[in-house]
């Protein structure tokens, strides 16, 4: 999921070709802070909904394996930029890049559904503590975010030179990913959920 290029990724590398390192960096301090916003409001609004209307877990798991086959026919149809072609962009204060980097992740349609769609799958209610296990699995893929994001950042330049070299690594890249994200839904769609089990 980290992997796919969405509105973060394309913010954090046009601000890391653009304006240097530094900037990109900046940038990803703004991201993560959206992130821990929508892991807040995501695992305590879980834990009540999971506790007052289990029912509605049969319903988040289907509309997250429906958003993740969208993702994935996103990501194999033709056309589209890529997240690493350099464009021209003016350069912002510390302060404005760390602000735009909030608000790419909190307006980013795949930042938010991904928590309300993709993390649910993984919580048991039956073990308890509902809150604490969203927290838990956002905590982890944050720190895959970061680290994976932190690696875009510090490398844009040399990527953004190879795959305008070599554009099949480009479409192989797509392949793969639109691969995974369409057996993930698949999987999520014909799991059973645990709240419907009981």
């Given at each position: 999921m980290?992997?796919?290029?969405?509105?973060?990724?394309?913010?954090?590398?046009?601000?890391?070709?653009?304006?240097?390192?530094?900037?990109?960096?900046?940038?990803?301090?703004?991201?993560?802070l959206g992130f821990l916003i929508y892991l807040t409001a995501t695992s305590l609004g879980l834990a009540a909904v999971f506790v007052a209307v289990p029912?509605?877990?049969?319903?988040?798991?289907?509309?997250?394996?429906?958003?993740?086959?969208?993702?994935?026919?996103?990501t194999l149809r033709r056309g589209g930029t890529s997240v690493f072609e350099p464009q021209d962009l003016a350069a912002d204060s510390p302060r404005r890049l760390f602000t735009m980097g909030l608000m790419t992740n909190l307006l980013n349609p795949k930042a938010a559904l991904m928590y309300l769609s993709l993390i649910p799958q993984f919580i048991r209610p039956d073990a308890g503590h509902v809150a604490l296990q969203g927290f838990l699995l956002g905590s982890v893929q944050i720190l895959i975010s970061m680290t994976v994001n932190l690696t875009l950042v510090l490398a844009a330049g040399t990527v953004a030179l190879f795959l305008t070299k070599r554009p099949s690594w480009l479409r192989v890249q797509r392949y793969i990913m639109g691969t995974v994200l369409g057996a993930l839904a698949v999987k999520l769609a014909t799991d059973r959920a645990p709240a419907a089990a009981s």
């Open positions: 980290v992997l796919t290029p969405g509105p973060n990724m394309m913010y954090l590398v046009s601000r890391s070709i653009t304006q240097g390192r530094r900037a990109g960096i900046v940038s990803l301090g703004g991201v993560a029912e509605l877990y049969l319903s988040v798991k289907l509309a997250g394996a429906a958003y993740l086959a969208w993702l994935a026919f996103k």
